[in-house]
């Protein structure tokens, strides 16, 4: 009970914190508003195919929109020795990290719900013939977005270069859920529900949730403290 309470503190901290500049969230949604608004005009592309290729536009205006959300995510905490506080009060770095994995999940899966009606309208398809399997895919493929993102905004927030190493790790390593949500999120836009012949890439993407969050739990510590 303790431990959920920690979580939640932190995580109530950073939205907070964001929502008082909104810098990152701001820039965040101007960017993926740009980006879909130029996807629509470079492709003419009849609706049938704009369907086929949904889950790609989508999800690499996801990808790199969050970005910008996660790389504020331990920067934030730099002037005034913030994050030197945090890691040495009483709380376990899983506590710390899932708190700010939280607080990063709420953000960008609110960038993430803006876009899609917006991808709808500007290229005139619908996106809730499936509605709620697609917000399945998306929540599970926004968790490994951020849960990888902010591991990795813990291992490069001292690097000078942060903004670009962040996109340089995260990127590879995101590849196979990804995948995954592309393929799912193409396929419910085309209207046709999760079934046998895309199962696999909805267990693999939940696969990839479970194992990559315990992996960072475990290795949090040693990120921060080194």
Do not use: H
């Not at 109530?12 to 629509?40: G, H, P, Q, W, Y």
């Not at 790609?56 to 506080?85: K, Q």
């Not at 859920?177 to 267990?203: F, H, R, Y």
């Amino acid at each position: 009970m303790r431990f959920f309470r920690q979580v939640w503190v932190v995580a109530a901290k950073d939205l907070r914190a964001e929502f008082r500049t909104k810098e990152a969230i701001n820039a965040s949604f101007a960017f993926a508003l740009v980006i879909l608004l130029m996807f629509s005009f470079a492709f003419d592309l009849p609706v049938e195919t704009t369907r086929e290729i949904s889950g790609g536009l989508l999800w690499i205006v996801f990808a790199f929109a969050g970005t910008l959300v996660l790389n504020r995510s331990f920067a934030r905490e730099l002037p005034n020795d913030c994050l030197d506080a945090l890691i040495a009060a009483p709380i376990s770095g899983a506590a710390l990290f899932l708190g700010k994995a939280l607080a990063n999940y709420v953000l960008v899966l609110a960038v993430e719900l803006v876009s899609l009606p917006v991808f709808s309208i500007f290229n005139n398809v619908s996106v809730t013939a499936q509605f709620w399997e697609l917000m399945l895919v998306l929540a599970l493929g926004t968790w490994g977005l951020t849960v990888i993102g902010t591991i990795f905004s813990a291992l490069t927030v001292n690097i000078r270069l942060r903004e670009v190493m962040l996109p340089m790790l995260t990127y590879p390593i995101l590849v196979p859920a990804l995948m995954g949500a592309m393929q799912l999120t193409s396929a419910l836009v085309a209207g046709k529900p999760i079934g046998a012949d895309n199962e696999a890439w909805l267990k693999m993407l939940i696969g990839f949730d479970v194992v990559y969050t315990a992996v960072s739990l475990v290795l949090v510590e040693t990120v921060l403290v080194g």
